[in-house]
Antibody, heavy 119, light 108 residues
Framework: QVQLVQSGAEVKKPGSSVKVSCKASGGTFTTYTVSWVRQAPGQGLEWMAKIIPILGTGNSAQNFQGRVTITADKSTTTAYLELNSLTSEDTAVYFCARESVEADGFDLWGQGTMVTVSS | SSELTQDPAVSVALGQTVRITCQGD??????ASWYRQKPGQAPMLLVY???SRPSGIPDRFSGSTSGNTASLTITGTQAEDEADYYCNSRDSSGDQWLFGGGTRLTVL
């Protein structure tokens, strides 16, 4: 059974960067698209970006263009989200999610990584 | 780009039927998916491709779409269904994703 396991919570200063990882264990990874979705405290879900690990290509929502970098390491079946120029508004739980071709939606989610931006 | 709009909150009596709706132009073209999220947990896929369910999701969850509105219907609502529900679809380009703002379901 495939699981997506994310890295642990982070506390960052304003203006700095954070890199969150998402490792697929127990199954294939590279043929799926992996998205990153965040959720600010008490708020809804916000799609950020996606990557196709086998191709190494993807895109991001306009709100994050120029500030987000998404990568994937096929050898370790791990996807990464890096977000730069952090502000307090980036304080959120960041989820990775697998896009199912059959479901045309997200059928598998990581447990979430809390990122707190505070001076 | 476009948006998906949900009612912020809905309530239902235990055992009754409730419908949660999601409006957006992209729903005329692309499938809707629905997710349930309980506090402190990741979202869970309930319904996809408008009205299909992943393995393990009970058939009291069903979906439909009419025009620009997708609906999630829960029949025989249980106390454990009290949660936040989100709709999801591709945007007008088909290459990015949208989420609705979420609906908090209260079971009375």
């Amino acid at each position: 059974q495939v699981q997506l396991v994310q890295s642990g919570a982070e506390v960052k200063k304003p203006g700095s960067s954070v890199k969150v990882s998402c490792k697929a264990s127990g199954g294939t990874f590279t043929t799926y698209t992996v998205s990153w979705v965040r959720q600010a405290p008490g708020q809804g879900l916000e799609w950020m970006a996606k990557i196709i690990p086998i191709l190494g290509t993807g895109n991001s929502a306009q709100n994050f263009q120029g500030r987000v970098t998404i990568t994937a390491d096929k050898s370790t079946t791990t996807a990464y989200l890096e977000l730069n120029s952090l502000t307090s508004e980036d304080t959120a739980v960041y989820f990775c999610a697998r896009e199912s071709v059959e479901a045309d939606g997200f059928d598998l989610w990581g447990q979430g990584t809390m990122v707190t931006v505070s001076s | 780009s476009s948006e998906l709009t949900q009612d912020p909150a809905v309530s239902v009596a235990l055992g009754q039927t409730v419908r949660i709706t999601c409006q957006g132009d992209s729903l005329r073209t692309f499938y809707a998916s629905w997710y349930r999220q309980k506090p402190g947990q990741a979202p869970m896929l309930l319904v996809y491709a408008t009205n299909s369910r992943p393995s393990g999701i009970p058939d009291r969850f069903s979906g439909s779409t009419s025009g620009n509105t997708a609906s999630l219907t829960i029949t025989g609502t249980q106390a454990e269904d009290e949660a936040d529900y989100y709709c999801n679809s591709r945007d007008s380009s088909g290459d990015q994703w949208l989420f609705g703002g979420g609906t908090r379901l209260t079971v009375l």
